[in-house]
């Protein structure tokens, strides 16, 4: 069993920088790989970016050379550095766990969930 909490969202001019935080419970936080995804206001949920349990990363289109997935173990954490902010980048964002150690950009292989945090870029 994995819980997982997010924080950092907020309200940011576009062109801002971001930093979301995951905390993750659980003594084997190290074998899952994490994901981010985001929905939008009547949009699907989406992938955002994802490292796997060796530091792996995979990121959409939408969001490389902008966004920065990355993972400290230690402290059962996992965080999404966002620059250059969108409005488009707009949503509310989701860290997820899943149980396929090489990492997925699939919602639907995604064992756990945290809450949400909502991130507003406004133009």
């Known amino acids: 069993q994995v819980r997982l909490e997010e924080s950092g969202g907020g309200l940011v001019q576009a062109g801002g920088s971001l930093r979301l935080s995951c905390a993750a419970s659980?003594?084997?936080?190290?074998?899952?790989?994490m994901g981010w995804f985001r929905q939008a206001p009547g949009k699907e949920r989406e992938f955002v970016a994802s490292i796997n349990w060796i530091g792996s990363t995979d990121y959409a289109d939408s969001v490389k050379g902008r966004f920065t997935i990355s993972r400290d173990n230690a402290k059962n954490m996992v965080y999404l550095q966002m620059n250059s902010l969108k409005p488009e980048d707009t949503a509310v964002y989701y860290c997820a766990a899943t149980r396929t150690r090489y990492g997925s950009t699939v919602m639907e292989e995604y064992d756990y969930w945290g809450q949400g945090t909502q991130v507003t870029v406004s133009s």
């Open positions: 659980g003594r084997t936080f190290s074998m899952y790989a």
